[in-house]
């Protein structure tokens, strides 16, 4: 197979867990018999120092005739006070591509379930995912304006953005557990009440598939203490941003998750759940398994490779399995050697005939 993906390294931590994705691109390549051209381009803060903006229409034509998308974290203090900040590069970048549904799986690894702030029983009872609607509400919607002494955000939803978001949230609990839960605020907000009329509608349509609603200030009290009830949350933008932060704590660290954002062309992006790691950038301390975990997603939704896909998930298992976890785990590991070890894994874990 032949593909091109796009590479928007970024920020901070971003061009050194690229690094780790390329790697394991590059021995997936090899032991499966692939062809991956990975082209890099300019993207957040870094392409605001090389061109003064974040988001140049170069990377959107390369990212628009691409077959896929992996980008590693944008923003750093550096340029908070920029006219155009990294974040708004990131918000174009995800309008113009329609990257409308943002899908964040949360796992708990049994080897690190001990981190997790849940008792080790509990924990192995997480496997739900968070689909936030990542096009609309507050992020975008307009006036959105500041003066001196005021400043004014807006959320609207349209019928039609809220449909399209739980459609997809009912279409992924049917391969699932069949359960939906949708998060909002229906007791104060008039879009949240739309929101939750609409899921009503769209319920009709699957009867096989449980609704339930829940407020979003309940539903973060319940996602640490019964982790195991959600199986597909479907939220809208702003809440699903701050859930799916608090979801990783489930899995031990920030750096666990991944997430995929799909649109309705059938190009999609792949990142980390986390930002650019201000604080650790540049030392070889982040932990690269939400990126390369957001290259698995990206190898078995993008390309259909299942089995290259369950290689790098498996790979992951087995080092973290060993004993071996970078800083934000407790462990020692370097980004680089951390990635080293999961390439080992993969390499003795290729099936024969494959590439060995
Ligand atoms: N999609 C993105 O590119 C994205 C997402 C979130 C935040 N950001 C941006 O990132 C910058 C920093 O934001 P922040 O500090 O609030 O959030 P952050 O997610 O970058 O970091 C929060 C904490 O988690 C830790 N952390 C994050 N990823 C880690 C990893 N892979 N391994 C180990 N530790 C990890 C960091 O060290 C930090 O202590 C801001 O400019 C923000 O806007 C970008
Ligand atoms: C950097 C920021 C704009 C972004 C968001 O809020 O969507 C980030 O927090 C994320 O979760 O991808
Ligand atoms: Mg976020």
Redesign the pocket.
Known sequence: MEKTIVCLA?????PE?MESAKKVLTLTERLYEHRFHLQDEAF?GAAIDQCGQPFPAKTLEACLASDAVL???????K??NATE???KG?LALRSALGLYANVRPVEVDEAVAYLSPLKEESAKDVHFVVVRELTGGIYFSQPKERTADQATDTLTYTRKEIERIVEYAFQLAQTRRKKVTSIDKANVLESSKLWREVAEEVSGRYPDVQLEHLLVDAAAMELIVHPGRFDVIVTENLFGDILS?EASVLAG???MLPSASHSETGLSLY??????????AGQS???????LRSVAMMLEQSFGLREEAQAIENAISSVLRSGRR???LGGTETTVSFTDAVLEAMEEQAPVGRGR
Do not use: Q, V
């Open positions: 970024g920020d901070g931590i971003g867990i957040g980008l590693g974290a944008i923003g750093g203090p340029w908070d900040r990294p974040e990131l932060d660290s920030l750096g990142e980390p759940i986390h930002g650019s790691a201000p604080d650790i301390k982040a932990n690269p398994i939400a990126m970078t800083g934000d």
